[in-house]
């Protein structure tokens, strides 16, 4: 019912959107709501797909105790602090400039903002390629980054919480956020999107992180409708014990390369 709501508000705003995005496109430049829009993207996707569950975490722990994967841990002022500097410096002092220096990649593939936007359906189907493309992706630099030498000097960053939390999702090195930002930008870059489509992919991209790392499994959580997305329960295991499930969004990977066997075997054993 929600879903079906948020369509028919998409639909309903899509005139709107349609003279906004015109309105924006006047009264800016294509490099200003290229590199910002995507930036702002960014941030909103992340800090807005954060608060439901800092709520949960710090103002009402607790609250939601039965749906927490790993129900021993809450994240505590010090871990936030170090996350929030953390996360700051990445923000502004990697991706920000890893924008900015993609904008003639962008330019180049013929990733335009002129209107008018695309159509809905075909912004939704660019999205779910996006997912796609990024899920393998990731899946590769991530397993490579599980090899001793890679874990060792850049990944033992991000796995400094065997209990991740929402605000820590992207807290990883900046060579990692560097590294797994190439799958991020690949699906608008080979598809050629128009600027509207990769802002919306960019923030739910961002959200989706933060969902399988927020720690809690809701039974209206989306992998509990699509057995082939990987959810929370699905990557915090991966947190819990540092090796397995290691794509970011869907469950192919991992069951095409038997990434997922112990995993597998865990939850045949904690249903018995």
Known sequence: MILELAVLGLIASWGGLQHLW??????????QMTVGGLFAALVLGYFMGCVPYLVLDVWRPGLARDAKVQKQW?????????CTVSLIFLFLGVMLPLIASSY??????GVRRDPP????????????????????????IHRWLHTPW???HIHYWHHQWSAPFSLAATDAHPLE???LGVPTIAGPVLLSSHLFTTLVWMMLRQYEA???????EFRWNLNCYLPFYGGTEHHDYHHYLYSGNYASIFTFCDEIYGTNLAYKQRKTAKSR
């Open 177 to 179: 956020v560097i590294l």
């Open 104 to 109: 003639p990649i962008f330019r180049w593939v």
């Open 117 to 140: 936007l695309p159509r809905a359906d075909v912004v939704v189907l660019q999205v779910i390629t996006c997912f796609v493309i990024e899920d393998f992706g990731n899946y590769w």
């Open 22 to 31: 015109t309105v924006l496109c006047r009264r800016s430049t294509e490099f």
């Open 210 to 216: 933060i969902d399988i790392h927020s720690g809690y």
């Open 74 to 82: 809450y994240p505590g002022a010090r871990a936030l602090l170090r």
């Open 150 to 152: 890679l874990y060792r």
